[in-house]
């Protein structure tokens, strides 16, 4: 946005956001030396429960993430997804100059292209894709599956964070009828409209949080925490309270290697912080208990005066003290049942030195560049207690190995890498 002086269209998510604004919902920011407009668009109540928390959080959340148990296609959530996504689109042509590029994100918006593309047929638009793209199979039982993908069809040029989720694409796109493609050129033609796809992976600001990590208040907060924890292996989860985040999964994972390997009790801490989410959703409620009961039951089976096996911290924490908990682990256990990317894993890199070991989910998006951490299969969680104990036997050459590797490519493809990349591939398209 401050590059190009840009509008950015956002949801105000509350009364004071519309304080601060013009008469066209507007502010410059920031105000003293303005770089870029945010535009806000009011929401109503109603609105907010059924496109927000109902379509995209109870129907396209849980689908995207291969959970069709827990989708509640509701039509009063779609008739307002529709809603809400014209309002977004009509507030994007009400400030659309000749030559602008509209670039839209993520599952939340995406019919805004079609309602753009219907008074601005010449509108440059592209989307990205933020999380999975499913196989067709999960993606057609979606009752509005067609409409869906129309939608996102109308833009020039779609964005998705790896190949596999490019072929999901394709294929769903292939079983539309209609719609043409080449497949070779990752092309699809529908309606006289051309659409390009490609796969960017969004990387991190990898020097910012190098820099960070190793700033005076970040190295001492992180020798407080290491103190505390005494001389034991740690063990480092860091994730939003969420079903698709494999958290439970996890945490007995652990218990059984506890169970399996007594030589690690009072060795080995699992240190789990998981932020709030979405909790005015019925299934979180149910996840939180769950999670609160499996920490208090392995505590009470192993907890001695001088050690406590799990510490879980169901909490917001500040971006320092998330610094300091990655420098201070041993061990990066992040372990999605399905994820788009998993930024979690690149920031840990980047903060963090050769020393350190990081097991993944290989349904994390991240996996497929991330290639020398120890890969899991998250619904396994004997092959989780298996990584563990791994990367706590992990020669302490085989570990720098590893992790060079892996920082070289967090270190070389970052969020500049992926914006530039982009927006080259995206100007190609009109070339």
Not at 356 to 363: G, K, Y
Request: charged share 25%.
């Amino acid at each position: 946005m401050q590059q190009h002086k840009g509008i950015w269209v956002a949801w105000g998510s509350g009364s004071a956001d519309f304080l601060v604004t013009n008469s066209k919902k507007i502010i410059k920011v920031p105000p003293e030396n303005p770089t870029y407009l945010l535009k806000r668009i009011p929401l109503t109540k109603k609105e907010i429960e059924n496109y927000y928390h109902g379509f995209s959080n109870r129907v396209l959340w849980p689908l995207f993430h291969l959970f069709i148990e827990k989708m509640k296609p509701k039509e009063s959530y779609w008739n307002s997804y529709r809603k809400v996504n014209k309002k977004f689109a009509q507030s994007v042509l009400n400030e659309l100059e000749n030559d602008d590029l509209i670039w839209i994100h993520d599952y939340h918006l995406s019919l805004v292209p079609y309602f753009i593309k219907q008074k601005e047929p010449e509108a440059k638009i592209a989307f990205f894709w933020h999380i999975p793209w499913p196989p067709w199979e999960i993606y057609y039982t979606l009752p509005w599956g067609n409409q869906l993908l129309e939608g996102i069809l109308m833009s020039d040029f779609v964005g998705l964070h790896t190949s596999s989720y490019v072929s999901n694409f394709m294929n769903c796109a292939e079983r539309q009828p209609g719609m043409k493609l080449d497949t070779k050129k990752k092309t699809i033609f529908f309606k006289d409209h051309k659409t390009k796809i490609g796969h960017f992976p969004l990387g991190i600001s990898y020097k910012e949080y190098n820099q960070l990590a190793h700033t005076p208040t970040v190295s001492k907060k992180a020798e407080k925490l290491k103190k505390l924890y005494g001389n034991k292996n740690l063990i480092l989860g860091i994730d939003r309270l969420d079903y698709t985040k494999g958290i439970l999964d996890r945490i007995k994972a652990f218990e059984l290697l506890l169970e399996d390997n007594p030589k690690y009790r009072e060795k080995v801490v699992l240190i789990q912080i998981a932020s709030p989410s979405r909790n005015k959703i019925e299934e979180y409620f149910t996840m939180k208990k769950e999670i609160d009961e499996a920490v208090g039951r392995i505590n009470g089976k192993y907890r001695n005066e001088t050690w406590t096996p799990v510490m879980y911290f169901y909490k917001e924490i500040s971006q320092n003290s998330l610094l300091a908990y990655y420098k201070i682990a041993d061990i990066g256990l992040l372990t999605p049942l399905r994820d788009g990317m998993n930024l979690i894993a690149k920031e840990f890199i980047a903060s963090n030195d050769e020393n350190t070991v990081l097991i993944l989910s290989e349904f994390a998006g991240a996996s497929e560049e991330l290639t020398n951490a120890i890969m899991v299969n998250p619904y396994d969680i004997r092959s989780i207690g298996r990584a563990i104990k791994t990367a706590i036997e992990m020669p302490c050459e085989e570990k720098k190995q590893r992790f060079l590797s892996m920082e070289k490519k967090v270190k070389k493809h970052d969020s500049e890498w992926w914006y530039s990349n982009f927006l080259k591939e995206w100007e190609r398209v009109y070339a």
